[in-house]
Nanobody, 124 residues
Framework: QVLLVESGGGLVLAGGSLSLSCAAS????????LGWFRQAPGQEREFVAA????????YYADSVKGRFTISRDNAKKTAHLQMNSLKPEDTAVYYC?????????????????WGQGTQVTVSP
């Protein structure tokens, strides 16, 4: 079982950048695929990005492609989401998720482990 804790959220002006981190404890980190999701008030949780166990393969939602970068450091048991050129519509609670799988998932129900979330607010 893996425990996930996100950090790095905050308030930023449109066009700015933020870097989110996800620290894991417990479990064998490189057995897990990882994903980032976000949820805005009144909306469903949506896929943002995912990364394979080795970090060689990454996947992005069309809405963030070219602006966000997902990465992981298996030695440090951490994952990161670098967010550039932020827009007000990126405002949401961002969640890190993990699953003991081979291929990363792009839908929330497929992930078995979740962090508590970190708030990202992008001001116009």
């Amino acid at each position: 079982q893996v425990l996930l804790v996100e950090s790095g959220g905050g308030l930023v002006l449109a066009g700015g950048s933020l870097s989110l981190s996800c620290a894991a404890s417990g479990g064998t980190f490189n057995w897990y695929v990882l994903g980032w999701f976000r949820q805005a008030p009144g909306q469903e949780r949506e896929f943002v990005a995912a990364i394979s166990r080795s970090g060689d393969h990454t996947y992005y939602a069309d809405s963030v492609k070219g602006r966000f970068t997902i990465s992981r450091d298996n030695a440090k048991k951490t994952a990161h989401l670098q967010m550039n050129s932020l827009k007000p519509e990126d405002t949401a609670v961002y969640y890190c998720a993990a699953d003991h799988a081979v291929v990363p998932h792009t839908t929330a129900p497929e992930y078995g482990y979740w962090g508590q979330g970190t708030q990202v607010t992008v001001s116009p």
